[in-house]
């Protein structure tokens, strides 16, 4: 006879366990499904590795300290009860239509979650990385970004693209990056505006250059620039050019021009004194053929040679000129330039040009305010100064009225203070210093080198003519546009 005692059942055996395995196994699912993803692209996703690496784990975890709290509280239940009242298994009766339903159901279910999970999880990924989600999840911060986005040349690029990247270092840095930012959004604490040139961004050799082929020599190429002067029958000045882009590498043959700062053959480093980058006391140029140092140091702003040791330097690469890629905040200058050259804003208008600067180049308190004020700028003064045209050219007044109101909602965020002052763009030297940062005349080596502001280095102007002079109707305080009268002034064009 065999008196030993029947064996008790595991402790696992209980709801809480066993709705903890359903989890465990569900995100196990999901984490299989997850990694197959990852691994069939090309380039990493760092949203998929939230999911991947982060989300999926965590409910993994989740499942396992359900199954073993069922199992602490089945341990406990057990205590209280005889040995011959434990059973192995729950009594499931599949004679009973009540068990045999409920275990339908029940399978049913499971089938359903586990594919809705796995499906679910797939498409937060794809929304977490459209450029909806990143313009638009947090909108009161990044709308000035996220607008200035959609109509750049790059709309087409996604944001992770660029911001993010791929790799676990890349992945890593945009999360704690992230949570500083979702951070300081809950808390109101936020800078207005966004510091731009942004710190962390992805350097362009894993940006820019994966389209853009830094060895491409382009040569010259020739350039029309549409301006319109601020007089009453807004004069237009056709302005054209060579652009002596140029390019090139040292296996191909050493080239010259604008991007001869970005040849392989060179290599340039700078520090600047200002989070802008606008200010810029020294330069380095190192030849990689000969390995030829020269420094050059700014006569206005020195530094000395203890700042120099100790300063942060940058080595120069396409956003450093390319400043704005995505995210172009258009001076009101050239968008109504744009503006009257594309139709939208009829240039009969006796002084549409300056009225349109002037009302586009205010600062308001407020989005409504500013398109209020816009969107009555035009009406008010034709009807004040020139009632014949107000009666006479209303459709042209409205539609310029409306282009203006257009321009406005893509160039300046009032709440968010940013506009082209905050977000300088470094293409050339229409409204921030931009190529005058280095090429000033003042930037000199200890052989008496000078960095060169003569205008032939990058471009050769073909227009004739006289220059015109571009006179802004509106006091921009310490901002100043640069155009072609400053250094033609009187000459031919």
């Not at 380039?43 to 359900?66: K, R, S």
């Not at 059973?87 to 049913?108: M, Q, Y």
């Not at 340039?268 to 990689?288: F, M, S």
């Not at 305010?369 to 006479?392: D, E, F, I, R």
Request: hydrophobic letters at 40%; a positive charge.
């Amino acid at each position: 006879m065999n008196d030993a005692s029947p064996q008790r059942p595991g402790l696992s055996r209980n709801l809480v366990s066993q709705c903890g395995l359903v989890i465990l196994a569900v995100a196990l699912a999901n984490l299989v499904f997850l990694i197959y993803l990852d691994a069939m692209q090309a380039h990493g996703n760092p949203y998929m590795g939230i999911l991947t690496w982060i989300i999926a784990p965590a409910i993994l975890i989740f499942g396992i300290l359900l199954y073993v709290a069922g199992m602490l509280l089945e341990r406990r239940r057990r205590r209280r009860l005889a040995p011959d009242e434990v059973t192995a298994f729950p009594t499931i009766d599949l004679n009973e239509r009540r068990t045999r339903l409920t275990l339908l159901g029940s399978t049913v279910a499971i089938i359903l979650f586990v594919t809705m999970t796995v499906f679910g999880s797939y498409q937060v990924y794809q929304y977490t990385d459209s450029n909806a989600f990143c313009g638009t999840v947090c909108h009161r911060v990044m709308n000035p970004e996220y607008a200035a986005y959609k109509i750049s040349p790059h709309a087409r690029v996604g944001c992770v693209s660029c911001h993010v990247g791929g790799g676990a270092s890349s992945y890593l840095r945009s999360k704690v990056n992230g949570a500083h930012q979702v951070y300081g959004i809950v808390t109101d604490r936020f800078p207005r505006p966004i510091p731009t040139p942004v710190a962390n961004l992805r350097p362009a050799r894993e940006t820019c250059e994966q389209c853009h082929w830094p060895e491409k020599f382009w040569g010259r190429q020739w350039k029309v620039f549409d301006h319109y002067q601020y007089d009453e029958t807004n004069t237009p000045v056709e302005v054209q050019m060579l652009v002596n882009t140029g390019g090139g590498s040292s296996a191909g043959g050493v080239g010259s021009g604008i991007h001869w700062h970005m040849n392989l053959a060179n290599e340039i480093t700078y520090i600047a004194t200002d989070h802008e980058r606008q200010k810029i006391p020294w330069v380095r140029l190192r030849n990689l053929r000969t390995g030829q140092v020269t420094e050059y140091r700014a006569q206005d702003t020195p530094l000395s040679a203890s700042q120099i040791a100790s300063a942060r330097k940058r080595r120069m690469d396409c956003v450093d000129c390319h400043s704005r890629p995505a995210h172009i905040f258009v001076s009101p200058d050239r968008a109504v330039d744009s503006a009257i050259l594309s139709g939208r804003i009829d240039r009969s208008l006796p002084f549409v040009k300056q009225q349109s600067v002037v009302a586009l180049a205010k600062d308001y308190p407020t989005t409504a305010a500013g398109l209020q004020s816009v969107g009555g700028a035009l009406a008010a003064y034709y009807q004040k100064s020139y009632p014949a045209v107000y009666q006479s050219k209303r459709s042209s007044i409205e539609g310029a009225t409306a282009a203006l109101r257009q321009i406005f909602s893509t160039t300046r965020f009032p709440e968010m203070r940013a506009d082209w002052r905050a977000h300088p763009n470094n293409i050339g030297h229409m409204a921030s210093l931009g190529c005058f940062r280095c090429h000033d005349d003042q930037h000199v080596s200890a052989d008496g080198k000078r960095i060169p502001k003569d205008c032939t280095v990058c471009h050769t102007i073909l227009s004739d003519g006289k220059a015109a002079e571009f006179k802004h109707p509106v006091d921009l305080g310490d901002l100043r546009i640069v155009n072609c009268a400053d250094c033609h002034t009187g000459a031919g064009m």
